[in-house]
């Protein structure tokens, strides 16, 4: 999410609300910077209250004319609802997002890190510099979010001229992925020592991969579970629930209803199979 012209004009309406709360700064763009959203902190809530204004406006003009249409204690209550029910829900979405943003590239980050580290000791071991390996790794497009955390830190050295180990400093006060930064801290320490990197890169490898492999096997477990209980639960309760209420409906002298079949067929199923498919994408680590 960046910067637009509408953020901008937003910020600018609702600029003198923020200087009267004096919010602190740092802790709001720490985290926006956490989520990649390309906003300062006035200029993402001042978007923000804006949605809400317009959610509202829109919901409730809407709806007023529905009212003024048809008038009524139905549309009234409609009217009443909806301009209450769209702007709670604009500041419940905005309002989470940053956070919610945050955690998820730090799973993807954590997702890729064996990978990138394994890459990275590739490449010291190559005699390359950090400042040369994170810009190699950052025009590489199979490491998710590791690789925007790359850019950062490239953009910083090549664009900005800040010394590697201020922009890995940087790099790890922002990161979502709290074994990222303790992978960046790990390279500042070695090279302030003066030690050599390779050792510490191999290390690294051994024990992303490692831990790595036990979240796999920790996943395909809890897959192998949400299957046992998609094949009870889906497919064979219903068909003896088909059985028997056929059976019932052939030996028993009143009529059975079958409005409860319908309704199973047409929503409790469909609602069964999206759950377990979110479920199972969550355990494979994936994103939904």
């Given amino acids: ?62 709806t007023l004319i529905l009212y003024l249409l048809i008038p009524n204690s139905t549309t009234a209550l409609l009217m009443l609802l909806l301009s209450t029910i769209v702007p709670t829900l604009i500041a419940i979405t905005y309002l989470q997002l940053p956070a919610s943003r945050a955690k998820r590239r730090g799973k993807n980050i954590d997702r890729h890190l064996p990978y990138v580290t394994n890459f990275i000791n590739t490449m010291s071991a190559a005699g390359i510099s950090p400042s040369e390996i994170f810009g190699t790794l950052a025009g590489i497009n199979l490491y998710g979010e590791a690789q925007k955390e790359a850019k950062k830190i490239t953009a910083e050295i090549e664009l900005m001229g800040v010394d590697t180990i201020t922009a890995l400093k940087n790099a790890a006060n922002i990161s979502p992925s709290q074994k990222f930064k303790e992978f960046i801290q790990g390279i500042i320490e070695v090279i302030q020592s003066g030690s050599e990197l390779g050792p510490y890169f191999d290390r690294c490898v051994d024990k992303y991969m490692f831990d790595d492999l036990m979240e796999r096997k920790k996943n395909l477990e809890s897959l192998a579970v949400m299957a046992e209980t998609f094949v009870v639960t889906v497919i064979a309760f219903p068909l003896f629930l088909v059985i028997i209420i056929s059976v019932m409906s052939l030996t028993s002298s009143g009529a059975i209803s079958f409005e409860f079949l319908y309704l199973m067929a047409l929503v409790i199923l469909p609602l069964a199979y999206a759950g377990f498919y979110i479920m199972m994408k969550s355990g494979a680590g994936e994103e939904i």
């Avoid at 003198?16 to 926006?32: D, G, Q």
């Fill in 1 to 62: 999410m960046k910067s637009t012209r509408y953020t901008r004009l937003c910020r600018k309406i609702f600029s003198k609300i923020f200087t009267k709360l004096n919010i602190s700064e740092t802790s709001k763009n720490r985290l926006l910077e956490k989520a990649d959203i390309s906003m300062v902190y006035q200029e993402y809530y001042s978007m923000v209250i804006m949605n809400i204004i317009i959610g509202f406006l829109a919901s409730f003009i809407s």
